[in-house]
């Protein structure tokens, strides 16, 4: 055993001797980073298997949700400039509609205008010619009172010139003769 022990130390030293001389005088174990590097590509193979793809899936679910919404936004934006123009062309009829009712309602003012003037000259005719048919019944009336007092004055006027008393009848056919220019 103790041969074996001395053989042992014996490559032990003969192979801290070939370390010291290669990678050794660097500090670096060639089985520690064979036994590293065989952990890593395994932990890279389980984190790539049950994490990585669903990083890779959630991260292009995210980019298709982003497309979308950009393709949404940009269909959005043409809707937007196509009711813009439809609320523009609205706009434009309904304020042509109203200068059409505006200029048909100056129309009928000025129909309703006209025709209530005709209809004031029409009743201003009515009580002109009214009017003139009252002067003139007032003025025939007026002439016979006249007329009917003439003749009183006139025979009061012969009595006291004549001191005589004619027939009133006679009295009254002879000034109205007389008041007629004489025919009779």
């Known amino acids: 055993m103790l041969a074996t022990l001395h053989q042992f130390a014996a490559e032990e030293t003969a192979q801290a001797a070939e370390e010291a001389a290669g990678l050794g005088a660097l500090g670096i174990d060639p089985v520690a980073i064979l036994i590293q590097a065989g952990t890593f590509i395994l932990l890279f193979f389980l984190i790539k298997k049950y994490a990585l793809d669903a990083i890779n899936d959630k991260l292009n679910q995210r980019d298709e949700t982003i497309n979308e919404g950009l393709e949404n936004a940009r269909k959005a934006s043409i809707a937007s400039e196509q009711a813009v123009v439809e609320q523009q062309k609205l706009l434009k009829q309904a304020n042509d509609k109203a200068v059409e009712i505006i200029a048909e309602a100056n129309q009928k003012s ?57 027939d009133a009848s006679k009295d009254k056919q002879l000034i109205e003769s007389a008041l007629s220019g004489g025919k009779k």
């Open 110 to 166: 000025g129909q309703l205008i006209t025709e209530a003037q005709a209809a004031a000259g029409a009743q201003a005719d009515k009580i002109v010619a009214d009017a003139r048919t009252q002067i003139s019944a007032e003025v025939d009336r007026a002439r016979t009172e006249l007329k009917s007092e003439l003749v009183e004055l006139v025979a009061t006027a012969t009595e006291t010139v004549t001191r005589q008393t004619v």
